[in-house]
């Protein structure tokens, strides 16, 4: 069972343009999201997180949006630069300790045009 | 300050060998997870090992085994291997102790059974 919903697959942007990638959860126990990034050939690596506690955080380009009640969590990207071209993994975890596993999404993959 | 290193890189091994894939964590970290992502597919969770035990086990069957070392390097086995087994295996390695939660990734190590 999916427990974590990630959407499109698959998505191109014009360079500048905004980038928005969406998951949504089903587990209301999940009190962790993060997005990871990923380049072919590399491992992902942490880009932003959030807690259900706060409906948005800005770091950078890059913003989250949260959505308690809807259980539905956004990554947007700014000005998006070819450089960004990546996939994209939204994540989720139970409980508020250090040790609990990731449960990720299927993944986006995003090109931005020049 | 080394990041998460994994070796070897890449292996090609025939069904129904058996494979063990190495991991070094973060400088500092001491819990150690490992991660299967199949191609195009989010990071599937396998293990997580802490003080040199098994703390947590996603869906994966017993073919698939683990151990930490005092110095919180761990190991990953499967045996009897698989067409299916073929992927990305991710480790990713955090500081278990705080509630700083943060997961870092290796660049993974590429099986491939033939």
């Known amino acids: 069972q999916q427990q974590v919903k990630q959407s499109p697959q698959s998505l191109i942007v014009q360079k500048g343009g905004i980038s928005i990638i969406n998951c949504a959860y089903e587990?209301?126990?999940?009190?962790?999201f993060p997005w990871y990034q990923q380049f072919p050939g590399k491992g992902p690596a942490l880009l932003i997180a959030?807690?259900?506690?706060?409906s948005e955080k800005k770091e950078g380009r890059f913003t989250i949006s949260f959505n308690k009640s809807a259980k539905q969590f956004s990554l947007h990207i700014m000005d998006s630069q070819p450089g960004d071209s990546a996939t994209y993994f939204c994540?989720?975890?139970?409980?508020?300790?250090?040790?609990?596993?990731?449960?990720f999404g299927s993944g986006t993959r995003l090109q931005v045009q020049p | 300050d080394a990041g998460v290193t994994q070796s070897p890189t890449h292996l090609i091994k025939t069904r129904g060998q058996q494979v063990t894939l190495r991991c070094s964590p973060k400088s500092g970290h001491d819990t150690v997870s490992w991660y299967q992502q199949a191609l195009g597919q989010g990071p599937q969770f396998i293990f997580q090992y802490y003080e040199e035990e098994e703390r947590q086990r996603g869906n994966f069957p017993d073919r698939f085994s683990g151990h930490q070392f005092p110095n919180y390097s761990s190991e990953l086995n499967v045996n009897a291997l698989l067409l299916g087994d073929s992927a990305l295996y991710l480790c990713?390695?955090?500081?278990?102790?705080?509630?700083?939660?943060?997961?870092?990734f290796g660049p993974g190590t590429r099986l491939t059974v033939t």
């Open positions: 587990n209301t126990a999940f009190d962790y």
């Open positions: 994540a989720a975890k139970r409980e508020y300790t250090g040790r609990r596993a990731l449960t």
């Open positions: 959030i807690r259900p506690d706060v």
């Open positions: 990713a390695s955090s500081l278990g102790s705080t509630t700083l939660y943060e997961q870092y």
